[in-house]
């Protein structure tokens, strides 16, 4: 189990968060869900490298390329304007601190890690700029532009998953995503029918939709990880390094075993999609934590579609936990969408805290907290009526 605690960051005064395998944060415009995720990455992210950093000393190799500078993270990580010398954060796993930044200082606890098996991880973060990505890689020059790491980091995952599938059929549009060589540069293209659009002109819940889709189905079920460790590696021992301090290092892997873990955090994934898509991008991010590499999905979210289709996959499971004919609820919801309650968790960032908005008695979300807006503005028009009568 997996927790996080969280005080004094920007607009999070203190929230503990159980961090669950598919995630949901919802609030007000500045309430600090974008805080949170991107708090959590920066969390997964030292982790993954202090298990680096354990295998290289291990093996005596200079480990200094990777010493942390709490600065530079906060920078990358666009939480520095948040920060202040009373911000407290902590990733607790199995009941242990793993890491803790508090007094502006950050203290990885390499003792609490577990040294019996190498944890190989892969953080992929789709912040809410997607849409733009479109335009702004339609030339080379846009593609030299400066970005933050989280777009830069979207921006390679991008290239990395549409290498790998050379074509991408999406899942929630009747399109395919390709690129087709240009002088100097390759474009990129959605095609329908046998026509071609450039990927900048398409519309765009198409753009967002696709990066979403091409993403998350690449590293879902057909990122290596043996390949991401062994190049991670790669370019932090790519100094000057002797023949004896390899072979330890290979020794050393050797004698462990591995044990991946992937987390994927998408800031609203409902951005400009018409309600019905909503709901499709809801079961392909369902459908996909299922695959092979088995994701951990995080996101943030304003749509009451998406939290309503959420409890429906939700609901779908624990109907056919208590019948024997199971089909009965495959047939309306497909059993590779279903949720598995235990594995869920849904937070409401209001007030300064994060509030668990998983209905103890139901184990759904709260249907008080998925669109209250809509309850005023139906009360409103009752009103309305009351005087029109």
Same mark, same amino acid.
């Given at each position: 189990?997996?927790?996080?605690?969280?005080?004094?960051?920007?607009?999070?005064?203190?929230?503990?968060?159980?961090?669950?395998?598919?995630?949901?944060?919802?609030?007000?415009?500045?309430?600090?869900?974008?805080?949170?995720?991107?708090?959590?990455?920066?969390?997964?992210?030292?982790?993954?490298?202090?298990?680096?950093?354990?295998?290289?000393?291990?093996?005596?190799?200079?480990?200094?390329?990777?010493?942390?500078?709490?600065?530079?993270?906060?920078?990358?990580?666009?939480?520095?304007?948040?920060?202040?010398?009373?911000?407290?954060?902590?990733?607790?796993?199995?009941?242990?601190?793993?890491?803790?930044?508090?007094?502006?200082?950050?203290?990885?606890?390499?003792?609490?890690?577990?040294?019996?098996?190498?944890?190989?991880?892969?953080?992929?973060?789709?912040?809410?700029?997607?849409?733009?990505?479109?335009?702004?890689?339609?030339?080379?020059?846009?593609?030299?532009?400066?970005?933050?790491?989280?777009?830069?980091?979207?921006?390679?995952?991008?290239?990395?998953?549409?290498?790998?599938?050379?074509?991408?059929?999406?899942?929630?549009?009747?399109?395919?995503?390709?690129?087709?060589?240009?002088?100097?540069?390759?474009?990129?293209?959605?095609?329908?029918?046998?026509?071609?659009?450039?990927?900048?002109?398409?519309?765009?819940?198409?753009?967002?939709?696709?990066?979403?889709?091409?993403?998350?189905?690449?590293?879902?079920?057909?990122?290596?990880?043996?390949?991401? *460790?062994?190049?991670? %590696? =790669? +370019?932090?021992?790519?100094?000057?390094?002797? #023949? /004896?301090?390899?072979?330890? @290092?290979?020794?050393?892997?050797?004698?462990?075993?591995?044990?991946?873990?992937?987390?994927?955090?998408?800031?609203?994934?409902?951005?400009?999609?018409?309600?019905?898509?909503?709901?499709?991008?809801?079961?392909?991010?369902?459908?996909?934590?299922?695959?092979?590499?088995?994701?951990?999905?995080?996101?943030?979210?304003?749509?009451?579609?998406?939290?309503?289709?959420?409890?429906?996959?939700?609901?779908?499971?624990?109907?056919?936990?208590?019948?024997?004919?199971?089909?009965?609820?495959?047939?309306?919801?497909?059993?590779?969408?279903?949720?598995?309650?235990?594995? *869920?968790?849904?937070? %409401? =960032? +209001?007030?300064?805290?994060?509030?668990?908005? #998983? /209905?103890?008695?139901?184990? @759904?979300?709260?249907?008080?907290?998925?669109?209250?807006?809509?309850?005023?503005?139906?009360?409103?028009?009752?009103?309305?009526?009351?005087?029109?009568?």
């Amino acid at each position: 189990m997996q927790k996080v605690i969280i005080r004094n960051l920007g607009p999070i005064k203190e929230s503990q968060i159980e961090l669950k395998e598919f995630m949901v944060f919802i609030g007000d415009s500045g309430t600090g869900k974008s805080i949170i995720l991107r708090t959590i990455s920066l969390l997964k992210w030292i982790y993954k490298k202090m298990q680096y950093k354990a295998i290289l000393k291990h093996s005596k190799i200079n480990s200094d390329v990777l010493r942390f500078r709490l600065d530079r993270l906060l920078k990358n990580s666009m939480l520095d304007d948040f920060f202040t010398k009373d911000s407290y954060i902590e990733f607790i796993e199995n009941g242990k601190s793993i890491v803790i930044i508090e007094n502006s200082k950050l203290k990885p606890q390499y003792n609490n890690i577990n040294t019996d098996t190498l944890l190989v991880g892969k953080i992929a973060f789709l912040n809410d700029i997607r849409s733009s990505l479109a335009e702004i890689l339609s030339s080379p020059s846009g593609k030299r532009a400066k970005f933050s790491y989280y777009t830069y980091d979207m921006v390679e995952n991008f290239y990395e998953s549409l290498d790998h599938f050379k074509e991408f059929k999406l899942n929630s549009f009747d399109l395919t995503l390709t690129r087709k060589k240009r002088v100097g540069y390759e474009s990129i293209h959605l095609v329908k029918d046998n026509k071609s659009i450039k990927f900048e002109s398409a519309s765009s819940g198409e753009k967002s939709i696709s990066i979403i889709e091409l993403i998350c189905s690449y590293f879902a079920n057909n990122y290596d990880f043996d390949n991401g *460790f062994s190049n991670s %590696l =790669l +370019e932090l021992i790519s100094q000057k390094i002797e #023949i /004896d301090n390899i072979v330890n @290092l290979q020794e050393y892997i050797q004698k462990k075993s591995f044990k991946s873990f992937m987390s994927i955090f998408i800031e609203e994934p409902e951005v400009n999609l018409y309600p019905q898509k909503q709901q499709s991008i809801t079961y392909f991010l369902s459908k996909i934590q299922k695959l092979q590499n088995r994701p951990q999905i995080i996101l943030s979210t304003h749509s009451p579609y998406i939290l309503t289709s959420l409890n429906n996959l939700l609901y779908a499971g624990m109907v056919a936990n208590k019948i024997d004919n199971k089909n009965r609820v495959h047939n309306i919801v497909d059993k590779d969408y279903i949720l598995n309650a235990k594995d *869920f968790g849904a937070y %409401l =960032l +209001e007030d300064g805290k994060a509030i668990d908005i #998983i /209905d103890k008695d139901t184990g @759904l979300i709260d249907a008080n907290r998925i669109d209250q807006a809509s309850e005023d503005i139906l009360n409103t028009f009752e009103r309305l009526c009351e005087i029109d009568e």
